[in-house]
């Protein structure tokens, strides 16, 4: 029988579940696409957004958008074209009950759970296809899919059940190659973070100004020291580049905040005459603030091994 059997909400980033059905057979095969789930929702990040996963008698598909994957587990034989409008609609529904920030912020697996009343409602509708001739547009997800057609995932490609072998790279249509190992990513920004990267940029913008007017005060009086638009234009280039550091990871990002931010002190002591002392401490404070927060804001860990 072609019908749909389950379907998961999970957090891309860390394949943290967000909400799932609660309606999970005990047979073996079903078992088996559970442990598939949870591998998926590991790589999810290294993954296309609109993939499918054939296991022998059952087919898994999902899509991602806004760091939120929609998964679902069907029959081998349901239509391509009903997964995917069933998982859009979802999507639908889930991004307009619940913001971004509410599932960046989540901590603990299923804290969505109430959402699956929507997920076994639509599961419904969409196992009785008379249910649904006026509630969506075959036609445009038909051609959409045909335009885009979904990446196929082998079994091989996620290795062992058991094991930790990684995706190979793969091309995927209309959208480039899949890289093997993902982009570190950095934990959430905080509302100090938010603060130090506003302040920086403010920093960078006021010693921007201070230089052209330094190469204005230069072109007017030839006694007039050019090392002064040197030191502001340096100090322009480490308030951005710590900015950087604070989005970005890179290699030796600790070690490179500490040498942009000693870079920030030496350049408001050369332009000692030509500030306060309120304006040297405005400055070397953020400094000191955002090298603060980029040392706080590290490289997320290892996915948490979530039950999914």
Not at 178 to 199: D, N
Not at 223 to 231: H, L, M, P, Q, W
Not at 233 to 241: D, I, R, V
């Amino acid at each position: 029988m072609s019908m749909i059997l389950s379907a998961s909400v999970v957090r891309v980033r860390d394949g943290l579940p967000l909400s799932a059905s609660t309606d999970y057979e005990q047979s073996t095969g079903m078992q088996e696409c559970r442990k598939y789930f949870k591998m998926l929702s590991k790589k999810l990040s290294q993954l296309p957004d609109r993939c499918t996963l054939k296991t022998g008698r059952y087919n898994i598909n999902f899509i991602s958008s806004l760091g939120v994957s929609y998964m679902m587990l069907c029959t081998e034989n349901y239509p391509s074209v009903l997964a995917f409008c069933f998982l859009d609609e979802l999507q639908k529904e889930f991004i307009t009950t619940y913001n971004m920030m509410k599932t960046n912020t989540a901590v603990r697996p299923y804290c969505f759970i109430e959402f699956d009343n929507f997920i076994q409602r639509t599961k419904q509708r969409y196992n009785n296809t008379r249910s649904l001739s006026t509630k969506m547009n075959l036609a445009d997800m038909q051609t959409e899919i045909k335009l885009r057609p979904p990446y196929q995932i082998s079994v091989s490609e996620l290795g062992s059940v058991n094991g930790f072998s990684h995706l190979s790279v793969a091309e995927y249509k209309g959208t480039g190659k899949i890289s093997a190992a993902p982009h570190q990513r950095l934990e959430p920004v905080t509302l100090p973070g938010i603060v130090s990267f506003v302040l920086s940029l403010l920093c960078g913008a006021l010693n921007l100004i201070r230089g052209f007017h330094a190469i204005e005060s230069l072109l007017q009086n030839e006694g007039e020291d050019f090392s002064y638009v040197i030191a502001f234009f340096l100090g322009t280039a480490a308030c951005l580049y710590q900015c950087y550091l604070f989005v970005y990871y890179t290699g030796w990002r600790n070690a490179k905040s500490f040498l942009t931010f000693g870079l920030i002190c030496l350049c408001n002591m050369y332009l000692y005459e030509l500030r306060n002392l309120w304006q040297l401490f405005f400055h070397v404070t953020v400094g000191a603030f955002s090298t603060l927060q980029i040392r706080l804001r590290q490289p997320q860990g290892k996915s948490p091994d979530y039950n999914v």
